[in-house]
């Protein structure tokens, strides 16, 4: 599987390359009052408004520090940018290790420098996991 | 010209100008109901029933045709007067129009006639108070004209393809037999000519684009059926033209070093796709009336049904929405004439007993309040039983809460399901349906007297008149229609009432709270000097808001915030700036049910106005909004200038026969003396004569431009595009370039 590679934090995430519409660095993220911690804000891309994710708030795994990087996704048809603190790279995910525990996740992978765990979108923006204001 | 060949696309014609002429006839036959004898009326459906079975014929479609024949020889007894229009007159026709629309949606889908056949046959014969005995072939042939158009009997086997007959022949006949529309009316017009009503009437339902008259596949007039999906299109690509000009801004700005505002064509081009947006949006509004055909049928036929008399109003159907929302609409608004015919206008006798008139009234009621359209739709029945509803909740609410309740899931006032209105949607669905929309619904009711349902909607959930404000150091779009006026605020205002931070404001005592608070920026509550406080309006009641700066006034172009976000109280959506940013669009209702639950903040922050050194230049700013003057108001005052205001032309000159100015900044629609008079007036005094005029409008296209230069303005400014600076540049150079003073 094709994939791109998100570093948040200490770990490593990896999304499918074909549910990736692009990486923005560095995006101007406008805050949004009155939403769930999960929801950083919106950003313009190219004049669509996408919502903004902290991706270790979904994962309930703490923060994300800032949005260095905001890798563009689709689920169920709704864009959505998920906040990462390095510059995500792309890699093939062909060294299955183990099972993820993390509910969002789908399965461990080995990659240069470490493991990383692959996300199942779906899950991962349902919202329940994004949050109520 | 023959049919073979090009069955499709006639067929798709036929089709659609069927769906109008059906719905024209059934709306005509209702009107003839309440109306009684109305020979022009009767001549319009024949009219309609002539022309149906010619296309249908054309087409092939020879059952519709012949059935359609048959509503014809129906009509025909109306016209002569061998038959009267009674109610159940009307059921045939209607149940004839409900058959015949089925038929040809089947038809189109290649299925013979099925049962619709019989049922209208049927219906058409028990209006005539005959048996069902099918008329034989020959004979419908003859009567439906000399048209030599073969027709098949209804008993003819299904799907059997017609022969092709020739296009032109039946066009050219029947072309005389349109006399009534006088060559002068639209082909939109001439079908609603009847005089104006005192009291608010039905008008038939051809409001759409459709030619009522012509063959299919020649719509008369300037009006063409354009599919929605196109339109849609239209919206989306005007939308993306209007981002790439937005990227190409800040390419210029890159790789020239050019501020592309500066640069002419840049800034036509971007007042030009500006307008296009605004045609656009414009192309996807509708008329009220175009759903008024179904909810009247609604009234008309549970009326009918439950011995009642009912008599439908109907008013302000011109009133225009986005074709979205209006559709969103149709259903909610079917279920409360539903409900107001069947659970709110009572029996005859128990009128008669309360001393009411046996005919009780549903009526409909459309509005344009600013950028929402108000619907109203009321009875005159025995109104929502209070006692009831508190007994049925199961608590002691109070008759405001009592009338909420209603809207809540599970909760009927009426013991049995009555069959008519007991089905589809209830009250609580009404309100969600009304919620997505952005709107909301209302219900008043007098015991006796009636009931009313008020649904508020936006416009358009596409573009919003918004009022921008500065907020803890972030801009914000506030909707312009539940911003009540914005006043300056100085510390000194804000005063403390019952323990909390007020502001009075026209004899009135607001509370009053920091937007950055309510909104949890950082910062909120630190910055000094609050100058501007935003009276905000809500159902819920007024609010002001502390405001760091009044920014400008424009429409935004409000995008939703996605599938993936819950719905968030206090943002309504968000909108893309011209320059790559995002501006968020408040929720007014949210912002003052959270101010209201908020901690109080002081708002005793200290601060002074700079105060100019020398005589300011003294500008009078002429505009019949209130809060679009206020808003002038702040941004030149804060730049330095001496700011008198007007409501309208009228008062302008008497303050500029009081007190000269040194410009004059008006708008151009302003009741009495609009924009346009008041500049040729100060042209035409001589002791004003060299007075500018900055002319502010929202409207932006060309004619009123040049209207307003020949009036003698020396410049114009639209609104759409309004900001404080574009505002303080143009004054500035009609000043003379010069600072303030």
């Known amino acids: ?66 949005v260095a990087f905001a890798a563009v996704v689709e689920a169920g048809g709704e864009p959505a940018a998920l906040a990462g603190d390095g510059e995500p790279a792309t890699v093939a995910l062909d060294r299955p290790a183990g099972a993820a525990e993390r509910a969002a996740g789908t399965g461990r992978f080995a990659v240069a420098g470490g493991v990383a765990t692959l996300l199942d979108l779906g899950a991962l923006l349902a919202p329940e996991r994004i949050g109520a204001p | 010209v023959t049919v073979t060949g090009h069955e499709d696309e006639f067929r798709r014609l036929f089709e659609q100008e069927a769906g109008t002429r059906l719905s ?21 459906m024949f009219r309609d029933a002539h022309t149906l079975k010619g296309g249908a014929a054309v087409v092939g479609f020879g059952e519709v045709a012949s059935v359609v024949h048959e509503l014809e020889q129906l009509l025909e007894e109306l016209r002569s007067g061998a038959r009267r229009p009674d109610g159940a007159l009307v059921d045939g026709v209607l149940a004839a129009v409900d058959a015949v629309r089925e038929m040809v949606e089947r038809a189109m889908r290649g299925l013979g006639a099925g049962a619709a056949a019989g049922a209208a046959l049927a219906a058409i014969a028990a209006a005539r108070g005959e048996r069902a005995a099918p008329e034989r072939p020959a004979e419908a042939a003859r009567a439906a004209g000399d048209d030599p158009v073969p027709l098949r009997t209804p008993s003819a086997p299904e799907g059997s393809p017609a022969p092709p007959v020739a296009l032109d022949e039946p066009v050219q006949r029947r072309a005389p037999v349109e006399p009534q529309a006088p060559p002068s009316s639209r082909p939109d017009e001439a079908a609603g000519s009847e005089p104006p009503a005192a ?4 008008r038939p339902l051809t409001a759409v684009p459709a030619a009522p008259a012509g063959p299919p596949g020649r719509p008369a007039g300037d009006a063409i059926p354009v599919p929605v999906a196109r339109l849609d299109e239209l919206v989306r690509l005007v939308g993306e033209s209007a981002a790439a000009l937005l990227r190409i801004g800040g390419l210029l700005g890159e790789r020239i070093g050019d501020d ?14 500006q307008e296009l947006q605004e045609r656009t949006m414009r192309a996807r509004m509708v008329s009220v009336a175009t759903i008024a055909g179904p909810l009247r049928r609604a009234v008309r036929d549970i009326a009918r049904a439950s011995g009642k008399q009912v008599r439908w109003e109907l008013a302000g159907e011109d009133t225009e929405l986005d074709r979205h929302v209006l559709e969103q609409l149709r259903e909610p608004l079917v279920a409360l004439v539903r409900n107001a015919t069947d659970h709110g206008i009572e029996p005859p006798a128990e009128r008669a007993a309360r001393g009411k008139p046996a005919e009780g009234v549903v009526r409909l009621h459309a509005r344009q309040i600013g950028a929402e359209v108000v619907i109203a739709v009321g009875d005159d029945g025995r109104g929502i039983d209070v006692e009831r509803v508190r007994a049925r909740a199961g608590g002691r609410l109070s008759e405001a809460e009592a009338l909420e309740a209603i809207f809540e899931a ?43 349902f008020r649904i508020s909607v936006p416009l358009t959930l596409a573009v919003l008149p918004c009022l921008l404000v500065a907020a803890g ?50 910062g909120a509550g630190a910055s000094p000097g609050r100058r501007t406080a935003v009276i905000v309006a809500t159902p819920s009641g007024r609010h002001a808001f502390g405001v760091e700066e009044l920014v400008g ?23 893309v700036e011209p320059d790559g940013g995002i501006m968020l669009v408040l929720d007014p209702d949210g912002l003052v049910a959270a101010a209201r639950v908020a901690p109080d903040t002081a708002g005793a922050a200290a601060g002074a106005a700079p105060v100019p050194e020398r005589a300011p230049a003294r500008i009078l700013v002429v505009d019949d909004t209130l809060t679009i003057r206020e808003l002038q108001r702040s941004i030149l005052r804060r730049a330095g200038y001496e700011v008198a205001t007007a409501p309208d032309g009228d008062a302008a000159l008497r303050a500029l026969a009081e007190r000269p100015a040194d410009l004059v900044v008006t708008d151009v629609e302003m009741p009495g003396m609009d924009g346009f008079a008041l500049t040729r007036v100060i042209r035409e005094t001589a002791a004003l004569s ?33 900001d404080q600076d574009a505002l303080l540049a143009a004054v500035r150079r009609l000043l003379g370039d010069g600072e303030p003073g």
């Open chain 1, 1 to 66: 599987v094709q994939a791109l590679l998100l570093p948040v934090g200490a770990d490593r995430y990896a999304l499918e390359l074909t549910a990736v519409r692009e990486v923005v660095r560095a995006p101007a993220v406008v805050p949004l009052p009155g939403a769930p911690p999960a929801v950083l804000g919106l950003m313009n891309l190219r004049g669509e408004v996408v919502p903004v994710l902290d991706t270790a708030a979904l994962l309930g795994s703490g923060r994300t520090g800032g």
């Open chain 2, 24 to 44: 024209a006839l059934a709306e005509r036959a209702m009107e003839l109901e309440a109306s009684r004898e109305d020979p022009a009326l009767v001549a319009e």
């Open chain 2, 199 to 202: 009291t608010p009437r039905a």
């Open chain 2, 260 to 273: 592309p505002g500066a640069l002419d064509e840049y800034r036509e081009l971007a007042r030009v796709l």
């Open chain 2, 410 to 452: 599970g909760l009927t006032t009426v013991d049995e399901v009555s069959g008519v209105s007991g089905r589809g949607v209830g009250l609580d669905a009404v309100r969600t349906a009304v919620g997505r929309l952005r709107g909301r619904v209302e219900v008043s009711s007098r015991p006796g007297l009636g009931t009313e």
């Open chain 2, 473 to 522: 150091g972030r801009r914000y779009a506030l909707p312009m229609h539940s911003t009540a006026a914005a006043v300056a605020a100085p510390p000194a205002a804000v005063v403390s009432v019952e323990g909390r931070p007020a502001l009075v404001a026209d004899g009135d005592t607001l509370r009053f709270t920091d937007l950055a608070a309510v909104l949890g920026a950082p």
């Open chain 2, 553 to 575: 006034q424009r429409d935004v172009v409000v995008k939703d915030l996605g599938r993936l976000l819950p719905r968030l109280p206090l943002v309504a959506g968000a909108g």
């Open chain 2, 690 to 722: 060299s007075t500018p005029v900055l002319i502010l409008t929202s409207r932006a296209g060309d004619e009123d431009r040049r209207r307003g230069l020949e009036a003698g303005a020396d410049a114009y400014l639209a609104k759409s595009g309004f």
